[in-house]
Each structure stands twice: as C-alpha cells, then as structure tokens.
C-alpha cells in the first residue's frame, strides 16, 4: 500500500470507528446502514459530488455548506451529517469512499455477516449461490451468522470457481489448473 493510500485509510478508519461507536451506543446502526447504503449511492451517481469532496478548488466553507445541504436533502442521521462537517472543515472529504468502506465492514462484523467475493466463468445460479454459501458456512464457521456472495463473471476462468472470504482465497478454476499443470511440465523437461 502507497504512503497516501495508507494514510487515507487511517484518517477514515479514525472517522469510522468513532461514527461506528457513537451509532452503537444510541443503537442506531440499522439507521447508520441505510444512511451509508445511500451516501454511497450518491457518490457512485454523481460526478460533482465526488468532484466536490476530491477537488482542491473548493474552500473548507464551500464544502461544509454543500456537505450540510446534501446530508439534509438525503436525510442522513445526525452523527453522519456531523462527522461530514467536521471532515469538511478539516479539509478530509477525499476519504469519504475509504470513510464508508470502513464503516461497511464495521457494520458488517458487528451483524456476523461475512462477505465472500466470488470470480465464476459463467454467471451462478441461485441454486449454486445456495449450496456456495452453505459450503463457506461450514468453512468459516460460526462466527459467521450470514454471508453474502459478492459475485462476478471472469470468463477467462474458463470454468470453476475463485473464491475470496477474508484473507483466504479458494482457487478452483481451470485456468489455475492448466497453469499449475504447465509449471509441472517444465520442471518435468
């Protein structure tokens, strides 16, 4: 990880663990999810609101007015529209993606669920996706109570599956096969 990246990451880890605390204790992490699920979808959608958390060009007050006036409009909660203020004002709105990423996996780890990125060759079927998670159920165990399949097609995968739970990763795919099998050939002549 590059030095900015790291730091970006620790300020919005600071930012996230506190609104993460703070919506815990005033039980208000259902309401803290729906408010992340929706400022994300904003960023994802609009150019001039990443334009505006990103560009130099605009002053501490320009952004803490526009950041007040879009968390009104979309409703967030207190504790979120205060912590965008208070970025704002600390000129920190460039880590509002890490700022709810963190807040997602957060969020996450405290409802037990656990994310799996899935790589097929062709899109999976429900009954895949079903039998997939019952399978990882068992692999993780019971830490975690639900898991979600985050999944995608890679073609060049020609078949099977990658999986990625945390930090392990399950590669089954026939490219990975082939490729093992080359290597053995070349040690072999």
Same mark, same amino acid.
């Given at each position: ?5 790291? /730091?970006?990451?620790? %300020? ?6 506190? !609104? ?15 408010? !992340? ?6 960023? +994802? ?8 958390? *990103?560009?130099?060009?605009? +002053?501490?007050?320009?952004?803490? @007015?526009?950041? *007040? ?5 979309? @409703? &967030? @909660? ?14 920190? &709105?460039? =880590? &509002? ?9 957060? /969020? ?20 895949? #996706? *079903? ?21 995608? =097609?890679?073609?060049?995968? /020609?078949? @099977?599956? =990658? %999986?990625?739970?945390? #930090? ?5 795919? !026939?490219?990975?096969?082939?490729? #093992? ?6 040690? =072999?002549?």
């Amino acid at each position: 990880m590059s030095e900015p990246a790291s /730091i970006s990451a620790g %300020v919005a880890g600071r930012y996230a663990t506190a !609104v993460f605390e703070l919506a815990q204790e005033g039980k208000g992490l259902k309401a803290l999810e729906k408010d !992340v699920d929706a400022l994300d979808a904003a960023l +994802s959608a609009s150019a001039d609101l990443r334009d505006l958390i *990103s560009s130099p060009i605009y +002053s501490r007050e320009d952004q803490a @007015g526009a950041v *007040s006036a879009i968390a009104s409009r979309m @409703g &967030l @909660g207190q504790t979120l529209a205060s912590t965008l203020g208070l970025m704002a004002a600390n000129r920190r &709105l460039f =880590v &509002l993606p890490q700022l709810l990423a963190a807040l997602r996996a957060l /969020i996450a780890e405290a409802k037990g669920e656990v994310t799996a990125e899935v790589w097929s060759a062709q899109p999976l079927t429900s009954a895949q #996706s *079903s039998s997939l998670v019952a399978a990882l159920k068992q692999t993780v165990g019971k830490d975690a109570k639900d898991i979600k399949l985050k999944a995608a =097609v890679d073609e060049s995968l /020609i078949g @099977g599956l =990658v %999986v990625k739970v945390g #930090s392990k990763m399950i590669d089954t795919s !026939v490219r990975s096969k082939l490729a #093992s099998l080359q290597n053995a050939m070349k040690e =072999v002549g």
